[in-house]
């Protein structure tokens, strides 16, 4: 009796669930690697199935001219150059993200399977995004829908990243810990696309007709954004540091003085 009370305790044991309990790190990379090669197939695969001229249309319509047929399909090819540079570059800020975890969590596979359900939607974004006509309500309509996608998918892994550091010392590495330069500069480039996005969303409310535009400029600034953030921190840091040692010294130099006073008065 006292041997099935105990196997039916560990039984429950077994089945309980905890937010915190530890995660295979290498299990949701695989998977996640996973998600992002088979977005990154079907964009390539709708660019190719539809967005290829006819040959008999080139001769036809374009006079046997293949470039000025493609001329043609250039929104679709910058959608979809657009969606696969956001692809690679959340790719990227994930791969950075699990190289400064030692230990997931149940917590963080949940945040993390959130974010690949709407990475999953970069497709449809893409589709939605090139299928109707131009300066159309529907196309407005589509690109607010690919930022709001955007937005859902890089807030998820912001949120990952902020699960991380509430058990830093499980399940982060020392030099990405609060305080260091790592830390700053992953807090800054988690939190570029959800600011991006967010603002390019709102300023398509308030400016309908340059909503093409405004979403395509968030598409092509955000690669050199990357390039220019981590100068930007380092030079914010270095500023820090500095004036946190010039104030350092001057209360040096006000404890010198004091303690000179001080033996002053007592010689005097």
């Known amino acids: ?82 969606s696969f540079v956001t692809i690679g570059l959340l790719w990227f800020v994930h791969h950075s993200l699990f190289l400064y975890v030692t230990k997931a969590t149940r ?23 090139s299928e109707f006509a131009e300066k159309s309500h529907n196309e407005i309509e589509a690109i607010q829908i690919s930022c709001v996608i955007t937005f859902f998918a890089s807030i998820f892994q912001f949120a990952i990243w902020t699960t991380a550091l509430l058990h830093e010392k499980e399940t982060l590495h020392a030099f990405a810990r609060y305080g260091g330069k790592e830390h700053a500069f992953m807090f800054a480039k988690l939190a570029l ?44 840091l270095t500023v820090i540091k500095s004036v946190m040692s010039l104030s350092r010294r001057k209360v040096v130099l006000l404890e010198e003085e004091e303690a000179c006073l001080s033996h002053s008065e007592t010689l005097s």
């Open 1 to 82: 009796g006292q041997r099935e009370e105990e196997e039916e305790h560990h039984s429950l044991e077994t089945f309980t669930f905890y937010l915190s309990e530890p995660l295979s790190k290498e299990r949701v990379e695989a998977f996640s690697d996973g998600v992002y090669a088979i977005v990154a197939t079907l964009l390539i695969l709708d660019i190719c199935e539809d967005n290829v001229p006819d040959p008999r249309e080139v001769e036809e319509k374009f006079h046997g001219s293949l470039l000025e047929a493609l001329s043609e399909y250039g929104p679709n090819y910058l959608a979809y150059f657009g």
């Open 107 to 129: 917590l963080m596979g949940l945040l993390n399977i959130l974010s690949l359900a709407f990475i999953g939607g970069l497709p449809l974004a893409y589709q939605l995004t």
């Open 193 to 236: 696309y959800p600011c991006v996005s967010l603002g390019a969303f709102f300023l398509t409310c308030l400016l309908s007709e340059f909503s093409t535009t405004i979403f395509h400029l968030m598409q092509i600034v955000i690669p050199f954004a990357f390039l220019a953030l981590r100068i930007f921190v380092r030079i914010s």
